[in-house]
T-cell receptor, first 114, second 114 residues
Framework: AQTVTQSQPEMSVQEAETVTLSCTYD???????LFWYKQPPSRQMILVIR??????QNATENRFSVNFQKAAKSFSLKISDSQLGDTAMYFC???????????FGKGTKLTVNP | SAVISQKPSRDICQRGTSLTIQCQVD?????MFWYRQQPGQSLTLIAT?????????ESGFVIDKFPISRPNLTFSTLTVSNMSPEDSSIYLC???????????FGAGTRLSVL
């Protein structure tokens, strides 16, 4: 079974600085998708960024980018120019190709300090 | 994308009673998913609901405790039956729209059982 591990339960960063959240996963599959979701205190889960395993290029969405290391099964999220609104729980998630099930990590609570 | 409405947004219930949570999507979707998020924890998939067939439950979840209806392609309900304080959680529904491989989430139902 696939597992997703987020080793940082909590992190904090100063506003305007850069922070990296870690995620590792375990799978024997070659076709899969990886996601980072954000859950602010209001609890609506929002997709931040996604990565297809077959793509070597790291995904980027504005201030959010990933470092996808397929051989190491690592999928970290970098947030540049952190903003107060980035304060949230961040969940890394895995989805096997051909399936619609998501497997979530335990989450990292990120606090952006003014 | 998809707009997902969940009702109720929160409820406080007595032990031994049941609560039905509704999930409405603004477009037709094949699969709808129900998750449980216990306090301070990650999301755990309860079941997958396809229109016109029985829901598929994950290990540790049973139909008698969490009956699910899926009467059409835009609506589903999850019932939490014979509740105990251990059922206090946030319950979220989600859908995958089109071929995007992205799951969109409702705002969740925060359930407290006394």
């Amino acid at each position: 079974a696939q597992t997703v591990t987020q080793s940082q339960p909590e992190m904090s960063v100063q506003e305007a600085e850069t922070v990296t959240l870690s995620c590792t996963y375990d799978t024997s599959e070659s076709n899969y998708y990886l996601f980072w979701y954000k859950q602010p205190p209001s609890r609506q889960m929002i997709l931040v960024i996604r990565q297809e395993a077959y793509k070597q290029q790291n995904a980027t969405e504005n201030r959010f980018s990933v470092n996808f290391q397929k051989a190491a099964k690592s999928f970290s999220l970098k947030i540049s120019d952190s903003q107060l609104g980035d304060t949230a729980m961040y969940f890394c998630a895995f989805r096997q190709g051909g399936s619609e099930k998501l497997v979530f990590g335990k989450g990292t609570k990120l606090t952006v300090n003014p | 994308s998809a707009v997902i409405s969940q009702k109720p947004s929160r409820d406080i219930c007595q032990r031994g009673t049941s609560l039905t949570i509704q999930c409405q999507v603004d477009s037709q979707v094949t699969m709808m998913f129900w998750y449980r998020q216990q306090p301070g924890q990650s999301l755990t998939l309860i079941a997958t609901a396809n229109q016109g067939s029985e829901a598929t439950y994950e290990s540790g979840f049973v139909i008698d405790k969490f009956p699910i209806s899926r009467p059409n392609l835009t609506f589903s309900t999850l019932t939490v039956s014979n509740m105990s304080p251990e059922d206090s959680s946030i319950y979220l529904c989600s859908v995958t729209v089109g071929a995007s491989n992205i799951q969109y989430f409702g705002a969740g139902t925060r359930l407290s059982v006394l």
